[in-house]
Nanobody, 129 residues
Framework: QVQLVESGGGLVQPGGSLRLSCAAS????????VGWFRRAPGKGREPVSC????????YYADSVKGRFTIYRDNAKNAVYLQMNSLKPEDTAVYYC??????????????????????WGKGALVTVSS
């Protein structure tokens, strides 16, 4: 099984940037579709961005499109979420999650569904002045 640990969260001013890291152990993360999800105060979990295993296809929620970028660094067995132009409404606990590639047909569908097999414990991002 793969274990996932998020890092890079913190407090940032509106308009600022943060990079979240999802570090994996126990397996090769390149063999998994990986997604970032978030839970804002008083709200349910929502997909943010996901990346496929086979061809690197990505999905972004409309709310973050053009501001966030998901990418892999296979040498570090990690996936990152670069977050730019942060807004107060981005404040949330961000979770990294993974699904074996052979169980994913459409990265968009999987990301929207959110039914990943493996989850990290989350990293808090607070956007406030």
């Amino acid at each position: 099984q793969v274990q996932l640990v998020e890092s890079g969260g913190g407090l940032v001013q509106p308009g600022g940037s943060l990079r979240l890291s999802c570090a994996a152990s126990g397996s090769t993360l390149d063999n998994y579709a990986v997604g970032w999800f978030r839970r804002a105060p008083g709200k349910g979990r929502e997909p943010v961005s996901c990346i496929s295993s086979s061809d690197g296809s990505t999905y972004y929620a409309d709310s973050v499109k053009g501001r966030f970028t998901i990418y892999r660094d296979n040498a570090k067995n990690a996936v990152y979420l670069q977050m730019n132009s942060l807004k107060p409404e981005d404040t949330a606990v961000y979770y990294c999650a993974a699904e074996p590639y052979y169980e994913v047909y459409s990265i968009q569908a999987k990301c929207i569904e959110g039914g990943m097999d493996y989850w990290g414990k989350g990293a808090l991002v607070t956007v406030s002045s």
